[in-house]
């Protein structure tokens, strides 16, 4: 177990440092970070010495040791555009994006899985039909239209919901919440359905894709020759073995949302990292850029961990080595 | 105890309705074993799946009684027959390995299925798993039915599989070739537990099986099966004995006999399949064009001391990796124009062996000579060796060795110019259809796709396809092990006769004692990667040296009337 | 071999699947439109000297106000809507069957070889794969257009923009054939045909194209047909960000970003006409895409 665990980490670890050295390399190479940093009134000299200075004269891999040595001490460098720290532009942001694609994830997970259950064992009923009708609409609507569907019903036509900002946050310590006032919940259900109903649909197939599967194998055969109750063979025998795959591809679903949040926060104008990032495309902001592309590739890479190891804790034939 | 009476089962497929099982009648009694046989299609899975209620959406029971006791079958609702499943019928399958569910441990699976029809208490109904399994065979159970499927090997999982369908004491169980996935000692192992099962506990079962040693060795009563209708039926050792039905004569005539060497299978002259006349002057001309290049006959090959390894997984982070030693250190000759028999059971390495010969396999170490000349291995040899058209290969799955978007003409033509062998077109096509004549095939073929052609037609166009490089040494890798009795007798005498006419160097595989011993000059056995005896083969079957094979040829199931079945 | 395809099982099941039909009729219609949209477009959007602001925020011809030579109004610049969209379609779709193309060619060429070499090129191919995969499409394209802003100068971006985004959309996308061409290639490797070819001595080219690739054809189609649905979206998605195609030669996506600054104003057509347009065509896409998969899975039917 524990060379399991030692293994999947290690792996980790080298898809984080690929990251980091592409982050790098786009930091290093595309345009010339002197010339972003400084106007044109600056001399030739004083650039050269700036240059000395940020110690861009050394060897590759040393600045590449530095750079990854800053990040791993919370040092994120400055942005282009607004000479802020990186550093405290995540710590205001991160939390923003991080309430929305878990609620996101979690409207899509309690919704679509009873939904891919229920379409998998009915599949000729009419609501199985509708639902899968829904589906497919849902997967053709990209994101920014489902939002702007929302808006335009919840916010402009009732008038129940607001439709951009965060609402009423509060503060616990340096983590910005909304998710503590009656305000700040109103603001997330629209961009947190928009961000949610797309994930909803891609679980749902995917839950009934599997589950389907699961029903037709041998082992399902079987327990119903012996007469096993038909509610334990959908509940525990063909459920579990459904959730097993299932819950790998969460885990890449959670690469979607942190993905979609993108369009979703721009839609809603939600300050969140995504539309940090998507200014920091606009104006050719590549500190930010790299950074975000770090500090998301880590979550990812996060949550595919958790997502293994909970794989591991599941299925038995990982867990318990066989013998004859 | 269970009475069938003219059933009859169809499908609903897109061009209509099928009758897949026609007015076929049977019964068994408590204790009884009675044998559904049959080959391919003939529907015997569908009426075990009938019986159970578990006919797929396309199919339904169209007429016909079936009672188990005092019980309708057909009369029952959904919910009064899912109540009856294991209660008083249970049923069990091919595949042990996908047949238990992964996820629970065997005490999960027995407990639960013992409760869904009886009312005890956990701890009694797992004391009375841990009986059944301690009677099925499985030692330290109680320790032992804490683990999952998956900790068990292929045979101890059928017992479970056994287990579970005996938990809840029903009165009959179907069993749906139980032992067709097993090897030789474990499906003798699991047919002694069968009948002894029967025995001590009264229950009744219907054996439903393609191979017709199992049938003789365990069954009392056989139904004999062929396209949905009922051939012959009765006692076992009068209906396979002595058959009455031309079906069953030709099909107990096309069995291959362990105990003697055919010269050819008997067989009536197949329909659909006739070679007319000027096909057969084609034939000869496809002969004389083999014979131009095999010359004075196949060559010798000679193996010194080939071993095969295959890198296994680490057992722990920093622990030695587990290889696979799938060969170790085998050598062997076969003589030039003679058949080679290559035995052993599943995983004993015999087609691993074929590999390296063919250069899909790196040996890790050891020696090859085609005739005195060096064969190099997979890494070494080159693509325009010659023995890349010298060597050719039948494989065992009809379905797969053809490609299935290719026509037969572009299969079949593809030797010929990869060789060099014919560059004109036209005299391209006249030698492909002189071979299908050869090999009994009509020249309308040429233009099909393999999926036209059925199993053993399908072997035929891979023959072809073989001698089309004009080969010296033939490697037939389970050649007939996916083909119906009937069709592997017809390409065995189709074997037979390429052999007596070009005398082919032949290395012979396959796990079929009774098949090997029809075909073959010498033997060679095969036992977890090693050589355990080679020799010429009518003396190992009349006297095997080694254990091993002693007790290979006792387990085999024969059709043989003089032992008493139990 | 039209015979075959003729009377192969898919053109029966799709003769009998009004849904299919109809998707494919719609795709048609679509497709067709955005091809001979020059000829048969009333207006060319892209031409500045063809519209004007006196007809701008006109209506579509069943609402009050409205002009004949307009039939689904106009945007705040006076073109017209109907014009606008066709050309739009056209945009929209050539980017994103460019991009799907490109992203075939590379993703099946590297997956077909990984799969059939294995080993280290598998390897490396896989890893390359893995971190691609640990970055979602929207973010790959994302990136690769502010790469290409940091790298060329100002002028010569914008002149690019197509074959950015088109490169970008490519790179987000050949991942997806790459794997399951790759695991189709397992698939069939296995097989005794493939054994045969090996062992004749056939060259691996001959063997990846003539005898494995015509047998991985259907798993490839699913993929094509989802990834196009996937391409399109991807380039409306990156239009409506304001990093896909500008204002002045829009494309669905552009049109929608447009349009929303009318919302909360009575012009409704800006907004909703090329939205519905878009999500109609990328249905009927992905209708065709899942008919296509319970075709080539004929368990799950």
Redesign the interface.
């Known amino acids: 177990m524990a060379g399991f665990i030692l293994k999947r980490l290690v792996q980790s670890i080298f898809v984080m440092l690929a990251v980091a050295f592409l982050a790098f390399s786009l930091f290093r190479f595309v345009g010339d970070p002197i010339s972003q940093m400084t106007g044109i009134e600056t001399t030739a000299a004083d650039q050269e010495r700036l240059r000395e200075e940020l110690g861009l004269n050394d060897p590759f891999f040393k600045q590449f040791a530095r750079f990854t040595g800053d990040i791993l001490h919370g040092d994120f460098g400055y942005s282009f555009r607004t000479r802020e720290p990186i550093g405290d532009m995540l710590l205001t942001r991160l939390p923003a994006t991080l309430e929305l694609g878990t609620v996101a994830l979690l409207i899509s997970l309690i919704v679509g899985i009873p939904a891919g259950i229920y379409t998998a064992l009915n599949p000729r009923g009419v609501m199985s039909q509708s639902i899968l009708i829904g589906t497919l609409i849902g997967v053709s609507i990209p994101t920014f239209v489902i939002g702007i569907l929302l808006i335009f019903l919840f916010g402009v036509q009732l008038g129940w919901l607001p439709t951009y900002g965060r609402g009423g946050t509060v503060e616990i310590g340096w983590w910005r919440s909304s998710l503590f006032t009656i305000e700040g919940w109103r603001s997330l259900v629209l961009p947190a359905l928009t961000l949610g109903l797309f994930q909803l649909t891609l679980t749902m197939r995917l839950v009934r894709a599997q589950m389907m599967e699961v029903m037709r194998t041998d082992h399902i055969r079987f327990a119903i020759a012996r007469g096993v109750p038909w509610r334990s063979i959908r509940y525990r025998h063909a459920l579990s073995n459904t959730m097993i795959p299932v819950i790998t591809i969460i885990g890449l679903q959670f690469g979607g949302v942190i993905a979609f949040s993108i369009v979703t926060e721009s839609v809603f104008q939600w300050p969140g990292m995504g539309l940090l990032f998507l200014e920091s495309i606009r104006f050719v902001d590549i500190p930010v850029m790299s950074v975000y592309l770090v500090v998301i590739a880590f979550f990812f890479v996060l949550v595919n961990l958790l997502v293994d190891l909970l794989y591991f804790a599941i299925d038995p034939r990982l867990r318990v080595r066989e013998s004859t | 105890m269970l009475t069938v009476e003219n059933l009859s089962v169809r499908f609903r497929d897109?061009y209509g309705t099928t009758l897949a099982v026609e007015d076929v009648s049977f019964d068994v009694r408590p204790s009884e074993i009675h044998g559904l046989v049959g080959e391919s299609g003939a529907g015997k899975s569908t009426i075990g799946a009938a019986i159970?209620g578990?006919l797929p959406a396309a199919g339904e029971v169209a007429s016909g009684r079936m009672m188990l006791g005092d019980t309708d079958l057909r009369a029952l609702s959904p919910a009064e027959a899912?109540?009856?499943?294991?209660?008083r019928i249970?049923?069990?399958?091919q595949?042990p390995q996908?047949?238990?569910?992964?996820?629970?441990t065997i005490e999960d699976q027995l407990i639960?299925?013992i409760l869904?029809?009886e009312k005890m208490r956990p701890d009694a109904a797992r004391a009375r798993a841990i009986d059944l399994l301690e009677e099925i065979g499985i030692a330290n159970a109680a320790t032992r039915i804490r683990?999952?499927p998956?900790?068990?090997?292929g045979g101890?999982r059928q017992r479970v599989?056994i287990a579970?369908?005996l938990c809840?004491n029903p009165e009959l169980i179907i069993a749906d070739e139980p032992t067709t996935a097993l090897d030789v000692a474990v499906q003798a192992q699991v047919l002694e537990l069968i009948q002894k099962l029967a025995r001590t506990r009264n229950v009744g079962f219907i054996l439903i099986t393609h191979d017709i040693g199992v049938i003789t060795q365990v069954s009392d009563t056989v139904t004999v099966l062929r396209a949905g209708r009922v051939m012959e039926q009765g006692q076992t050792r009068r209906v396979l004995g002595q058959p009455e039905h031309p079906y069953t004569q030709a099909l107990m005539a096309a069995v291959p006999p362990l105990d003697r060497k055919l010269d050819r299978f008997r067989l009536p002259s197949v329909e659909g399949e006739e070679v007319d006349a000027d096909d057969t002057a084609q034939a000869k001309e496809a002969e004389d064009w083999l014979m131009s290049g095999i010359g004075s006959g196949g060559p010798s090959l000679d193996l010194q001391d080939i071993t095969v390894r295959f890198r296994g997984e680490?057992t722990?982070?920093f622990g030695p990796r587990e290889d696979f030693v799938a060969l170790d250190g085998v050598s062997l000759s076969i003589n030039p124009g003679s058949v080679m028999g290559l035995v052993g059971e599943s995983g004993s390495g015999k087609s691993t062996l074929a590999?390296v010969v063919?250069?899909?396999v790196q040996p890790a170490s050891g020696q090859m000579r085609l005739d005195g000349d060096p064969l190099q291995p997979l890494r070494t040899r080159?693509?325009?060796?010659p023995s890349?058209?010298l060597?050719?290969?039948v494989?065992?799955?009809p379905y797969?060795?053809?490609?299935?978007?290719?026509r037969v003409i572009d299969i079949l033509t593809?030797?010929l110019w990869?060789?060099d062998l014919e560059k004109d077109q036209a005299r391209r096509k006249r030698l492909v259809k002189a071979m299908l004549a050869l090999v009994g095939l009509p020249a309308r073929s040429l233009d099909r796709?393999p999926h036209q052609f059925s199993g053993g037609q399908r072997q035929r166009i891979a023959v072809a396809?073989a001698l089309l490089?004009r080969p010296g040494l033939l490697i037939c890798d389970e050649p007939t092990s996916a083909l119906d009795v009937s069709i592997q007798a017809q390409v065995l005498n189709l074997l037979k006769n390429l052999q007596t006419r070009f005398g082919l160097t032949t290395l012979f595989i396959s796990h079929d004692l009774a098949v090997v011993r029809q075909m073959s000059d010498d033997i060679a056995v095969l036992k977890d990667g090693k050589l355990v005896e080679t020799g010429p083969s009518e003396a190992f079957y009349a006297r095997p040296t080694a254990a091993y094979s002693r007790d290979l040829l006792a387990r085999t199931p024969a059709v043989r009337f003089d032992k008493p079945t139990t | 071999m039209l015979r075959r395809l003729v009377r192969s099982e898919g053109v029966w099941l799709f003769s009998r699947s009004p849904a299919a039909i109809l998707a494919a009729l719609v795709t048609v219609a679509i497709v067709a439109g955005a091809l001979f949209a020059p000829w048969i477009a009333p207006t060319d959007p892209y031409d500045l000297s063809s519209f004007s602001l006196i007809d701008g925020l006109l209506p579509p011809i069943w609402e009050d106000g409205s002009d004949a030579r307009f039939l689904l109004g106009t945007d705040d610049q006076g073109r017209d809507m109907l014009s606008s969209i066709l050309y739009g379609a056209r945009l929209s779709l050539g980017i994103a069957a460019i991009a799907m193309a490109v992203a075939l060619v590379l993703g099946l060429g590297l997956g077909l070889a990984a799969g059939y070499f294995g080993g280290r090129l598998d390897a490396i191919v896989m890893r390359i794969a893995d971190v691609q995969l640990a970055l979602p499409a929207i973010l790959t394209a994302l990136l690769i257009d502010g790469i290409s802003r940091g790298i060329l100068p100002r002028e010569l971006h914008d002149d690019l923009r197509l074959a950015v985004i088109t490169l970008a959309i490519a790179l987000s996308l050949w991942v997806n054939f790459a794997r399951t061409a790759r695991a189709s290639v397992f698939v069939e490797r296995n097989k005794d045909y493939v054994s045969a070819a090996i062992m004749m001595g056939q060259h691996p080219v001959r063997i990846m194209l003539r005898h494995i690739l015509p047998n991985i054809v259907g798993p490839l189609l699913v993929i094509a047909t989802v990834d196009l649905a996937s391409a399109i979206l991807l380039e409306a998605t990156l239009s409506f960000l304001g990093v896909g195609l500008p204002a002045d030669s829009p494309s669905l996506g552009t049109l929608i970003r447009i349009g929303m600054q009318y919302l909360l104003s009575g012009e409704w057509w800006i907004l909703w006409i090329p939205t519905v347009f878009l999500v109609v065509l990328v249905v009927a896409i992905n209708l065709l895409g899942d008919f296509l998969r319970d075709l080539f899975n004929p368990s799950l039917r």
């Open positions: 897109r159970m578990l899912h109540r009856i499943r294991g209660k249970s049923m069990i399958f595949d996908t047949s238990l569910n992964p996820l629970m639960e299925t869904a029809h683990a999952y998956h900790q068990f090997s101890m599989v579970l369908a809840t680490r722990g982070m590999k063919a250069a899909l080159r693509r325009d060796d890349r058209r060597i050719q290969m494989f065992q799955d797969s060795s053809l490609n299935s978007r290719h593809e030797p990869l060789f796709y396809r490089s």
